[in-house]
């Protein structure tokens, strides 16, 4: 039978590898991927971006439309963007892996638009 400290254990095992492979991403996000791809559920999401200074919005913006079909909003200069579109977890690799993404945040899109930001 598995003890408290088991849990805690392969929690913290999990975790681990979580921050290895997406190491931008908010590991809480990456969790509900998992729940969502073990429950083959494919759900639009609100995802934020923090990037690097300095980038072509523009091009960005290209690239973002060609990969979900969605065009992305700008903030702060351009060193945030915000989109809604179905995430999976190679997906969320492939944004984590973008050279000028800093950091990725996000939550489920709901009817309200509201967000866990």
């Keep these: 039978m598995s003890t408290i ?10 975790d681990n590898a979580i921050r290895s492979v997406f190491p931008k991403v908010d590991p809480v996000l990456v969790v509900r991927l998992i729940f969502d791809q073990k429950a ?6 609100t995802v934020e971006a923090i990037l690097k200074d300095g980038q072509d ?3 960005v913006r290209k690239r973002v439309i060609e990969a979900t079909g969605m065009a992305p909003g700008f903030y702060l200069q351009g060193t945030k963007m915000i989109t809604s579109h179905k995430l999976d977890l190679q997906l969320l690799k492939r944004i984590n892996d973008v050279d ?3 950091s990725v945040k996000g939550s489920p ?9």
């Design 40 to 45: 083959k559920r494919h759900n639009i999401y």
């Design 100 to 102: 000028y993404v800093v």
């Design 109 to 117: 899109y709901s009817a309200g638009g509201s967000t866990d930001f």
């Design 57 to 59: 919005t523009e091009t």
């Design 5 to 14: 400290e088991d849990v805690v254990k392969e929690f913290s095992e999990a």
